[in-house]
């Protein structure tokens, strides 16, 4: 009974000696979402093995640096650029590939819908330049997410005057509560850029901490398009801030 007692004291005492400390720390709370602001800033910088694009290598099979910057709003609405070396064929590793991404990205419950257009532009070959439009949706189904996605791009000159388009479904899945999870992705595309190609990839990562990330991915094309597909494995480390 003294016990029951006691604790039925702290009850009612607890709540009083807390109150200053719940204003602080919600004075606290609303300060911080007011220096945050509806804004948050997100970048990323890796280093990879190959730039394998939709199983096609756009580096030459030389390593890949990349780099990119996301700004995202509270409402969903973000905007993205990301920069690589590539290889278009013209010598080498001769230029720089910078995409621009402006989009819009809601949950809905364990649902995510991400829609939006990339701007591919290549610095000093501007005739490469061109459009595309982009729409997905992943699912959680417990610690995994599965996603369903579409890409296409419109009839341009800069693309032969044709359309492409590329769907692909992908997977993440974490491996319990350690930092080790897999993920892979299949592809298929037609037109501009392929002709029914098939692509796949899968691969395995570890959290290092920090925001770095290793990966190793295995990937592979239908066919060899010219010496850009066959298979291969990529190792990629990035670190994210």
């Given at each position: 009974m003294k016990f029951r007692t006691f604790l039925a004291a702290a009850a009612f005492i607890a709540p009083l000696a807390a109150m200053p400390n719940v204003a602080l720390a919600q004075d606290d709370a609303a300060e911080a979402d007011e220096a945050s602001g509806p804004f948050e800033i997100s970048g990323e910088v890796g280093v990879l093995t190959d730039y394998r694009f939709r199983g096609l290598s756009l580096s030459g099979h030389n390593p890949e640096l990349t780099a990119s910057v996301t700004v995202e709003h509270e409402s969903g609405l973000y905007a993205s650029a990301w920069a690589s070396n590539v290889d278009l064929g013209l010598g080498g590793a001769d230029n720089v590939e910078v995409d621009w991404t402006a989009g819009f990205s809601k949950d809905v419950g364990n649902v995510n819908?991400?829609?939006?257009?990339?701007?591919?532009?290549?610095?000093?070959?501007?005739?490469?330049?061109?459009?595309?439009?982009?729409?997905?949706?992943?699912?959680?189904?417990?610690?995994?997410?599965?996603?369903?996605?579409?890409?296409?791009?419109?009839?341009?000159?800069?693309?032969?005057?044709?359309?492409?388009?590329?769907?692909?479904?992908?997977?993440?899945?974490?491996?319990?509560?350690?930092?080790?999870?897999?993920?892979?992705?299949?592809?298929?595309?037609?037109?501009?850029?392929?002709?029914?190609?098939?692509?796949?990839?899968?691969?395995?990562?570890?959290?290092?901490?920090?925001?770095?990330?290793?990966?190793?991915?295995?990937?592979?094309?239908?066919?060899?398009?010219?010496g850009l597909g066959g298979e291969t494995a990529v190792v990629s480390l990035k670190w994210g801030f």
């Open positions: 819908i991400d829609v939006g257009a990339i701007y591919y532009s290549y610095m000093n070959h501007g005739d490469f330049n061109y459009v595309e439009g982009f729409g997905s949706i992943g699912i959680k189904l417990g610690a995994a997410e599965v996603r369903v996605g579409a890409a296409y791009a419109p009839k341009q000159d800069n693309i032969g005057g044709q359309d492409n388009t590329y769907v692909y479904v992908s997977g993440d899945l974490p491996l319990g509560k350690g930092p080790f999870s897999l993920h892979g992705t299949f592809g298929y595309e037609n037109g501009a850029f392929a002709d029914h190609k098939k692509d796949w990839l899968i691969g395995a990562s570890v959290d290092l901490g920090n925001g770095a990330t290793l990966s190793a991915d295995y990937v592979d094309t239908a066919h060899d398009f010219t």
